[in-house]
């Protein structure tokens, strides 16, 4: 049943309200999603917001008990709206199901079901068997997209990738070799800062890391302290001690992904700043494999990831159709010659494939936007 065509108006209200609310914790909660909740109580047209909450750093407490706890009493006859299906199984904290049943809940509205095959429907059945109402897909291509990561984990083996690229008005990312260029704005860049704020990772290559030297972490007034854990593929341990990646491990997680065949020594001196490193499958050309890398993320609990890499390493992952959610920004000025192009032959071809649509075009002052996002 698609509950866009049969829940109320106040329904969509209060669970946009939840989706909004879900999305304050996220890159804080994984490897949990960050969910959102919201107890009503009171009659149709009278109704007041008696609870709300949003799973906690690190993906515990659960969003339910915490909006359930804030209604306390109150919550007996009330609606709650919750942004993924209740939990139903005993992990590290007792199922939301159990929770939701014990406060005398009358009426569940969720907006997606969650295809954990640990809940995978059976939070709503075991509601609907305590006799609660449950009302399903309510604006669930919303919470889809705020649940992207979680639910690509748990399909497809492997953390959710927005990729975001910028380039110049004629469409290079760099021009002369050695060159770097500034492409984009303060504006623009105080976005990118809030989608590294809201991933659980950040993700480059090692020819970033050695060309930029960044140190890609949130520096937006109150939430330098949202930094996710930095990620750097480098089959061969090319990343200098001298780097503000490795000088600052101590102070923000940062992780190595690289191959059997690295230095032993290399891996060493960068374990000794503080850097973590996993090795992985090397391809047949010897560079990392860019799925099994992601594969290994997710079994670490990454569930999205914010790639800053350049040209080439997103037409390698859209060559093995790993990018989700690619963001094109476009300066308003060109180079007016031959550079190195800003979106490869693989990611074009991937961006024209009927699962991929444009769903947001603006302008962040003088810079143009276009995001294209895989059908979820």
Request: hydrophobic share 40%; with cysteine.
């Amino acid at each position: 049943m698609n509950d866009y065509q049969t829940a109320s108006t106040d329904d969509r209200r209060f669970m946009r309200l939840a989706l909004a609310i879900g999305r304050r914790n996220l890159g804080r909660t994984w490897p949990n999603p960050s969910v959102g909740a919201v107890v009503v109580a009171g009659e149709r047209g009278r109704e007041r917001i008696i609870g709300q909450g949003v799973t906690a750093s690190g993906g515990r407490p659960h969003a339910e008990p915490l909006a359930l706890a804030m209604a306390g009493e109150s919550a007996r006859g009330a609606t709650l709206y919750v942004t993924l299906e209740p939990c139903s199984h005993h992990g590290a904290t007792p199922p939301c199901v159990d929770a939701i049943i014990a406060s005398g809940i009358t009426r569940v509205v969720t907006a997606i079901a969650d295809p954990d095959p640990r809940v995978a429907g059976r939070g709503h059945a075991r509601l609907a068997q305590a006799g609660i109402a449950v009302t399903q897909d309510v604006l669930c291509d919303e919470a889809a997209r705020d649940h992207r990561g979680h639910v690509t984990r748990v399909t497809k083996k492997r953390p959710s990738l927005h990729l975001k690229l910028a380039r110049t008005l004629d469409g290079f990312a760099a021009g002369a070799p050695d060159e770097r260029l500034r492409i984009t704005g303060p504006i623009a860049d105080g976005a990118v800062h809030l989608w590294r704020a809201h991933a659980d990772a950040i993700l480059v290559g090692i020819g970033t890391a050695r060309a930029d030297d960044p140190s890609l972490t949130v520096r937006l007034p109150g939430l330098s302290q949202r930094s996710p854990l930095r990620i750097i593929l480098d089959s061969t341990l090319r990343l200098s001690p001298a780097s503000h990646l490795v000088r600052s491990a101590r102070d923000i997680p940062t992780l190595v992904v690289t191959t059997r065949s690295a230095p032993i020594h290399a891996k060493r001196m960068l374990v000794s700043f503080g850097v973590e490193t996993i090795q992985v499958e090397a391809c047949s050309h010897g560079r990392i494999d860019l799925c099994a890398a992601l594969s290994q993320l997710a079994e670490r609990g990454v569930t999205r990831i914010c790639c800053e890499g350049g040209p080439h390493l997103a037409d390698s992952l859209a060559a093995a159709d790993l990018v989700d959610v690619c963001t094109l920004v476009t300066g308003p000025r060109a180079i007016g010659g031959g550079g190195l192009p800003a979106v490869g032959d693989a990611l074009t071809a991937r961006l024209q494939e009927p699962e991929f649509s444009i769903t947001e075009t603006r302008a962040f002052g003088p810079d143009q936007c276009v995001t294209y996002e895989r059908s979820v």
